[in-house]
């Protein structure tokens, strides 16, 4: 392949420590446009190889310098940009997105990954300490004493469905654990495997131009439960990174835990992630924000884990503003292709569970078939939500909730009543600022970001960047999977006492 044609047919096999295997059972790409291909169905046999050698890959690459490995993440980066034109034309194929939203998530992906070079080559990241020994403290002389940051061994990765680059195959979880040191083995997503395909060969070019060792990075596709139930309870796998459902990351969560080993689980499993709209703010422009909201809201047919499904506003003229305005726009918005027949299924599923529903007024309602979704939105009141858990799960696709509150004082209960958050927005202008001050407290023990007079969806690459929340946003809330944060999931802190300096970590030495 060149990189100069979008031409590119997948041949389907396993990428296992350097080696495109082919195994006995096969199955079929189900693509929103053009051809399918089969492709080979990933087994425990295999998942055991690809860990055995990410085992041993771990004895050299955990080891290598940070400049090795930068150079490393800039060739995966490389590679990617090399193949542009064939991940855009098989990714848009697999996922019916648009070829703007591929090439922009292209380089979203090689940004992380570049990123992380810069991030391991400055060397703050491994948080170095040192305490100097003090021989002739009394009434115990002090040893001396050094801390730093150390990769902790393989690490398995679950490809996402929503994202067949930035969150899948070289996607952040696999950029970070490469960074800190540790091989990765993908889980690909069935959704997109001839996307997950190209990568893995953009990522074994890049292994054999930099001469890491192949077991750093193994792809298997497809496979029942029994190959992710494998992987996560490999002996050799020490932490698991995941973005999906909160079904489907939850039961691998608690295989991890019931490991004799148990293993760190960092599950990112999606969020309702609330918006608030304060009083001056509703006054003043609430029908904007309504129109803004209806964006954010069918941005990529709501498949977005950020997505804004709920809208919380004053009742009264200000507030039906914004619903008027949030119910037109959304009415405008046409028929889009979700990710899989699947995930469309599961949309219409969840628009079920609103249909009929006691003091649930149904604002804008469309019946879908087939892989497309349109926009439904929805009412209730603070105390009806509140008393129903099964409203603030999450629904996968443009559907949005506006819930109503009396005043500032039932927003703030209706605040703290709600789970774990990816995000919170508050929507404010400057007579808000006291209600802003008291809000901010509540969404702070709710959300892993808090936005003002802006919109959730999508999420920036930088340092500065928090993509995780409370429980269940995520199962670990001390943990985030973008940014440069997220490269402490796949390290552990080791201290070294009275080591010499030429034995020491050569980042210490």
């Known amino acids: 392949m060149d990189g100069t044609t979008s031409d590119f047919t997948p041949h389907g096999k396993h990428l296992i420590a350097g080696e495109w295997v082919a195994s006995g059972a096969t199955f079929a790409s189900e693509p929103a446009q053009g051809a399918a291909h089969d492709f080979s169905v990933g087994t425990p046999e295999l998942v055991d190889r690809a860990c055995k050698a990410a085992e041993e890959a771990f004895w050299t690459y955990g080891y290598t310098s940070r400049a090795a490995r930068a150079d490393f993440l800039d060739a995966i980066a490389d590679e990617i940009e090399a193949r542009g034109p064939q991940v855009t034309a098989i990714g848009t194929s697999e996922s019916g997105l648009p070829e703007a939203r591929l090439e922009g998530e292209r380089g979203r992906t090689t940004g992380q990954l570049r990123l992380f070079a810069s991030h391991i080559r400055d060397g703050a990241y491994l948080d170095i300490r040192h305490d100097k020994a003090l021989p002739d403290r009394q009434p115990l002389p002090r040893p001396e004493l050094f801390m730093i940051q150390r990769p902790i061994g393989p690490v398995a990765v679950f490809g996402a469905s929503n994202f067949p680059l930035a969150f899948s195959t070289a996607g952040g979880d696999t950029a970070a654990a490469l960074a800190a040191g540790c091989p990765v083995v993908v889980k690909g997503h069935s959704a997109h495997p001839g996307t997950g395909e190209i990568i893995a060969e953009a990522i074994y070019a890049a292994i054999t131009k930099c001469g890491m060792p192949a077991g750093v990075f193994s792809l298997i596709q497809g496979g029942k439960r029994d190959v992710g139930q494998a992987l996560v309870q490999h002996p050799l796998i020490k932490a698991v ?183 919170a927005t508050i929507h404010m202008d400057k007579g808000d600022s006291e209600a802003a001050r008291r809000l901010l407290p509540i969404l702070e023990r709710k959300a892993g970001r808090l936005l003002v007079n802006g919109f959730p969806t999508g999420v920036e690459v930088a340092d500065s960047m928090v993509h995780g929340g409370p429980y269940p946003a995520s199962t670990n809330f001390g943990a985030t999977s973008v940014g440069t944060l997220s490269i402490r999931r796949f390290l552990r802190p080791v201290c070294y006492q009275n080591v010499p300096a030429d034995v020491l970590p050569e980042d210490l030495a």
């Open 241 to 423: 990174g995941f973005t999906g459902s909160l079904g489907g990351g939850r039961a691998l969560f608690d295989l991890c835990a019931q490991r004799p080993e148990p293993i760190p689980f960092f599950g990112e499993l999606g969020s309702v992630n609330p918006m608030f709209v304060l009083p001056e703010a509703a006054a003043a422009r609430g029908a904007e924000i309504g129109t803004g909201w209806a964006g954010s809201l069918t941005m990529g047919a709501g498949q977005f884990c950020t997505n804004p499904g709920i809208a919380v506003v004053a009742k009264g003229a200000e507030g039906d503003a914004f619903v008027a305005a949030a119910k037109e726009a959304l009415s405008k918005v046409d028929p889009q292709v979700m990710l899989t027949d699947g995930i469309a299924a599961a949309y219409r599923d969840g628009k079920a569970r609103f249909d009929g529903r006691n003091a649930i007024e149904p604002l804008l309602t469309n019946d879908d078939s087939g892989r497309v979704a349109s926009p439904n939105l929805y009412e209730t009141d603070a105390e009806t939500y509140l008393q129903d858990h099964a409203l603030g799960e999450e629904v996968f696709g443009p559907l949005g909730l506006v819930v109503r509150v009396s005043d500032g004082a039932e927003m703030e209960t209706l605040a703290k009543g709600f789970e774990g958050q990816l995000t």
